[in-house]
């Protein structure tokens, strides 16, 4: 069975920093472009971030750039996002994504950052 | 970046009705290299993650019902319920990835009539 599970989500304050995990297992990671996606509450879908498969390919959306750091691990079948400087727009359930070149055709469960005083 | 704008922003169908969602794109998503619209439709339903129901602007995904459809070319695309049941409540995007930063339209939000 495929899954994404998502872990690392929480609260934190502003200008503090997150670590979101994304364990994947039922498919090769290896093979997989990876992706990380948004959704503030009451907002739409908002991509953040992906990877590609050696990681020799990083793209980010420009609202991150400088702050979020996106990696992933072959050898542990993992994804990461780290999440420095956060601001409260950065209030968001994140999702994990994978698939071929920029697509994303699994999706795992989302985790809840909150950034709040 | 492309910007991907969704009309309308809702829709109230009756169950059985049929539902059109509208995206269009800045620019041309039709790959010349490839002939393949590079535009994805996601249903998204609250506290679940997003699920691809149509990908390359018109080929279904495996297991979604055939009620959904994708069509359009280059820079206007259509998302239609045929007949819209009960289950198809949910925000519904389309998202390009012709090129990085990856975007989604707005999303258009589905409720019954």
């Known amino acids: 069975e495929v899954q994404l599970v998502v872990s690392g989500g929480g609260l934190v304050q502003p200008g503090g920093s997150l670590r979101l995990s994304c364990a994947a297992s039922g498919f090769t990671f290896s093979t997989y472009w990876m992706t990380w996606v948004r959704q503030a509450p009451g907002k739409g879908l908002e991509w953040v971030a992906n990877?590609?498969?050696?990681?020799?390919?990083?793209n980010y959306v420009d609202s991150v750039k400088g702050r979020f750091s996106i990696s992933r691990d072959n050898a542990k079948n993992s994804l990461y996002l780290q999440m420095n400087g956060l601001k409260a727009e950065d209030t968001a359930f994140y999702y994990c994504?994978?698939?071929?070149?920029?697509?994303?055709?699994?999706w795992g469960q989302g985790t809840l950052v909150t950034v709040s005083s | 970046d492309i910007v991907m704008t969704q009309s309308p922003d809702s829709l109230a169908v009756s169950l059985g009705e049929r539902a059109t969602i509208n995206c269009k794109s800045s620019?041309?998503?039709?790959?010349?290299?490839?002939?393949?619209?590079?535009l994805d439709w996601y249903q998204h339903k609250s506290g679940q993650p997003p699920k691809v129901l149509i990908s390359?602007?018109?080929t279904r995904q495996s297991g979604v019902p055939d009620r959904f459809s994708g069509s359009g070319s280059g820079t206007d695309f259509t998302l239609t319920i045929s007949s819209l049941q009960a289950e198809d409540v949910a925000v519904y995007y389309c998202?390009?990835?012709?090129?990085?930063?990856?975007?989604f339209g707005g999303g258009t939000k589905v409720e019954i009539k």
């Open positions: 990877i590609r498969q050696d990681g020799g390919e990083i």
């Open positions: 620019q041309s998503l039709l790959s010349s290299s490839t002939n393949k619209n590079y």
């Open positions: 994504g994978g698939g071929g070149g920029y697509r994303s055709d699994l």
């Open positions: 390359w602007a018109s």
């Open positions: 998202q390009q990835y012709f090129s990085a930063p990856l975007t």
